[in-house]
Nanobody
Framework: QVQLVESGGGLVQAGDSLRLSCAAS????????MGWFRQAPGKEREFVGGISRSGDRSYYADSVKGRFTISRDNAKNTVYLQMNSLQPDDTAVYYC?????????????????WGQGTQVTVSS
């Protein structure tokens, strides 16, 4: 129903900022709650942040709260992840995900649609 494409990853130094984008197509974007997840080398995928369909509610993992901000622009069919004060532990492949349900969701299994991921590497 929806296709997701992440972009904006790259190689940065500790303390830098980066903004990831996830462009959606193929369906009505405003009907989907969105989430960001990440997977570091040798680790399982973990929740980063989630946002409701209208953008009025959001939720973050403790590890990124205060540093990362999830937002969305439904007119542009895009969800963003603003990442500030990046640390080497933030190094991972970052994925966006969609669920066509009202709410904010934090578990991978709650999402049915996924992007291909974008690599974020933070050097010390």
């Amino acid at each position: 129903q929806v296709q997701l494409v992440e972009s904006g990853g790259g190689l940065v130094q500790a303390g830098d900022s980066l903004r990831l984008s996830c462009a959606a197509s193929g369906s009505t974007f405003s009907r989907y709650a969105m989430g960001w997840f990440r997977q570091a080398p040798g680790k399982e995928r973990e929740f980063v942040g989630g946002i409701s369909r209208s953008g009025d509610r959001s939720y973050y993992a403790d590890s990124v709260k205060g540093r990362f901000t999830i937002s969305r622009d439904n007119a542009k069919n895009t969800v963003y992840l603003q990442m500030n004060s990046l640390q080497p532990d933030d190094t991972a492949v970052y994925y966006c995900a969609a669920r066509n349900t009202i709410g904010v969701f934090t578990r991978s299994r709650e999402y049915g649609y996924w992007g291909q991921g974008t690599q974020v590497t933070v050097s010390s």
